[in-house]
């Protein structure tokens, strides 16, 4: 069974990580969305949230499981073995910092290989920063994140 890890923040998840799971899904066995545990970094979202948002939003989806991890990338790869890291690959900004990550983890780990999926063009300027700072200013992110995203959301900001 060929599995691959798609690790992340996703503080929270938008569209453009749903698409990036849904491609994932046709092409891997299992697809584990790994929520990266940060002890350093407040999120807006808990950790036992996140997961719970990526649930609803890929039940439909066949093959994808939705966990937390801490610590090492290469070790919860080797845990759950899974064939490969995948990442989704927006824009020419985002390459330097995955081509870092990925040749550290390769460093890490010799057997471990990073795939790249690019998102669709309607999500690819996504990112979680900026739909958390649309919806703090009160804009609109309808387009940008599933419905359970959107009312935890705007029942987070409300408190
Ligand atoms: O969504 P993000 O914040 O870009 O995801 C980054 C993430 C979680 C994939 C990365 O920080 C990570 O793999 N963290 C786990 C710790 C680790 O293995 N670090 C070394 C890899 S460079």
């Given amino acids: ?26 092409l891997w066995d299992r697809v584990i969305v790994a929520v990266a545990l940060n002890h350093e970094k407040e999120g807006f979202f808990t ?3 996140r997961v719970d948002l990526i649930e609803k939003a890929s ?14 990338l290469v070790d919860y790869v080797k845990e759950v073995e899974a064939n490969a890291v995948l990442r989704g690959l927006r824009a020419v900004s ?10 550290m983890n390769r460093s890490l780990d010799e057997t471990l290989e990073t795939v790249f999926l690019m998102p669709s063009q309607e999500s690819i300027y996504l990112s979680s920063r ?3 700072e649309v919806a703090a200013f009160g804009g609109d992110i309808d387009r940008f994140v599933p419905l359970v995203v959107k009312q935890a959301m705007a029942q987070k900001l409300k408190r």
């Fill in 59 to 72: 039940c439909h989806l066949e093959g994808v499981q939705v966990t937390a991890f801490e610590g090492l």
């Fill in 1 to 26: 069974m060929k599995t691959a890890i798609y690790p992340g923040s996703f503080d929270p998840v938008h569209n453009g990580h749903l698409d990036v799971i849904a491609r994932a899904s046709k």
């Fill in 47 to 49: 950790m036992e949230e």
């Fill in 94 to 103: 985002d390459f330097e910092y995955e081509f870092q990550m990925a040749l």
């Fill in 130 to 132: 900026i739909v958390k």
